[in-house]
């Protein structure tokens, strides 16, 4: 049965595959992405790209019951990509992120999504970077934190905002320091508040992903909470 409005498809997948499985997944690509494939300097980034590319192609034409390489695409002009042509009256709308060899991929019906997914890692410049690009509320609520549980807290925040960013895709255009989101462990993933726009918040439905150790994951949907189902 086809997911509806209320239903999104969630998955986690591991991109650094090898032998059988690994030609399996290169044949769903087009010829283009075999192309850009062979740019690929280090084999280890040819390999993610190629899992990735394959598996979202694979999910999309399970739902759309057609063939994994007739799947075309068309880019925003930020790069977001979408269905093309007759594709995209079916309303199924996705986004993919992948980060140190995980993948996560998400499908939706009639309604923008967005995900991101990062490995947490110590950064060197990490408290310039959240001065630069995070709000002044998102910034206190670092303040006090140090070492490994600093490091959790801006990468839960980074891909909260990072979610959002691509749910609302290229209609709009928000710089990361005009809204917040919640960064505290203690409280579900929310957004804030959006400068210019009061309403914004409840048109969005923000909410973390559990990633595994070492990783923080978030979704961005337009619209009310929703159930999540895996996506296999």
Not at 16 to 28: K, P, S, V, Y
Not at 181 to 192: G, T
Request: aromatic share 10%; net charge neutral; charged share 25%.
């Amino acid at each position: 049965m086809t997911p509806g409005r209320d239903t999104i498809q969630v998955g986690l997948f591991g991109l650094d595959r090898a032998g059988e499985g690994l030609l399996t997944l290169a044949q769903h690509l087009s010829e283009d992405e075999r192309q850009r494939a062979l740019r690929f300097h280090f084999e280890r980034d040819r390999t993610r790209y190629v899992c990735a590319r394959g598996l979202l192609r694979r999910f999309l034409a399970a739902e759309l019951a057609l063939p994994a390489d007739r799947i075309r695409f068309q880019y925003g002009p930020s790069g977001k990509p979408f269905l093309a042509g007759e594709h995209a009256a079916s309303g199924l709308h996705f986004n993919v992120s992948h980060s140190d060899g995980m993948g996560l991929f998400v499908l939706s019906y009639g309604r923008s999504v967005g995900a991101d997914l990062e490995r947490i890692r110590p950064l060197r410049h990490g408290r310039a970077v959240a001065e630069r690009f995070f709000a002044d509320d998102e910034c206190e609520a670092l303040d006090g934190l140090t070492g490994e549980a600093w490091d959790r807290a801006f990468f839960r925040c980074w891909t909260r905002k990072e979610a959002f960013i691509k749910a609302v895709g290229d209609g709009l255009s928000y710089p990361l320091r005009a809204f917040s989101v919640s960064v505290s462990d203690a409280e579900p993933a929310r957004l804030l508040r959006v400068d210019g726009d009061a309403e914004a918040s409840g048109r969005y439905w923000l909410t973390s992903v559990p990633a595994g150790y070492g990783f923080e994951a978030a979704i961005a949907l337009e619209g009310a909470p929703c159930t999540i189902q895996p996506l296999t």
